[in-house]
């Protein structure tokens, strides 16, 4: 099936700091992609909706300038959480689909702590 | 009202039962209709996919969707430790656009 990377699997960063979170599809292609983020115990937000080529849609209330998404091929998409702040720590995931035949597959997800 | 009700739990069951996790949702556009296990600091995996109305059955699990009820199911026979997790469901309009999720229902099966 399916297989959607992500990297890295976990991030220690300074306040103020800028960190990247990868996603990549492997083996195959994806125009679209999505981020969320999730809290403990909590469901998946959706943040932002990433389009190859373009720009990326977000969601009521996440500051696109401070999480900048980037979709520059087809099988990579990354978030930038820029000038990060300890509220901005959380478990971050993207997901990508590969056919309408099948569901959504997810990345393994990035725990990110601002110090 | 949201537009993706589970009951968070938590679900605590013996090994071998059989569970039933359940979602409504109340958006009648939702045509796609997902459900994931998560394991803790781990991202959704996907266990089962449904199109429109009916049953799908993978080995011991079983979705059902009724779209005149708004209502989707999980079941899972012969329920194991290792099943222990939270289940998420999910749904979308189209298979372009975001899903919609629930809130996620932890269970745990007890050896």
């Known amino acids: 099936g399916a297989v959607v990377s992500q990297h890295p699997s976990w991030v220690i960063c300074k306040s103020g700091t800028s960190v990247k979170i990868e996603c990549r599809s492997l083996d195959f292609q994806a125009t679209t992609m999505f981020w969320y983020r999730q809290f403990p115990k909590q469901s998946l937000m959706l943040m932002a909706t990433s389009n190859e080529g373009s720009k990326a849609t977000y969601e009521q209330g996440v500051e696109k300038d401070k999480f900048l998404i980037n979709h520059a091929s087809l099988t990579l998409s990354t978030l930038t959480v820029t000038s990060a702040h300890p509220e901005d720590s959380s478990f971050y995931i993207c997901?990508?689909?590969?056919?309408?035949?099948?569901?959504?597959?997810f990345g393994s997800g990035t725990r990110l702590t601002v110090v | 009202q949201k537009e993706v009700e589970q009951d968070p739990g938590p679900l605590s069951v013996p090994e071998g039962a059989i569970v039933s996790l359940n979602c409504t949702y109340s958006?009648?556009?939702?045509?796609?209709f997902m459900w994931y296990r998560q394991y803790s600091r781990k991202g959704p995996e996907l266990l089962m996919y449904t199109y429109s109305s009916g049953n799908k059955e993978d080995g011991r699990f079983t979705a059902q969707v009724d779209k005149s009820s708004k209502y989707i199911s999980l079941f899972i026979r012969d329920s194991q430790p290792s099943d222990s997790a939270t289940y998420l469901c999910?749904?979308?309009?189209?298979?372009?656009?975001?899903?919609?999720f629930g809130k996620g229902t932890r269970l745990s099966v007890i050896a």
């Open positions: 958006n009648s556009a939702f045509q796609y």
């Open positions: 999910a749904m979308s309009v189209t298979g372009n656009t975001p899903l919609v």
């Open positions: 997901s990508a689909r590969e056919d309408l035949l099948y569901g959504y597959t």
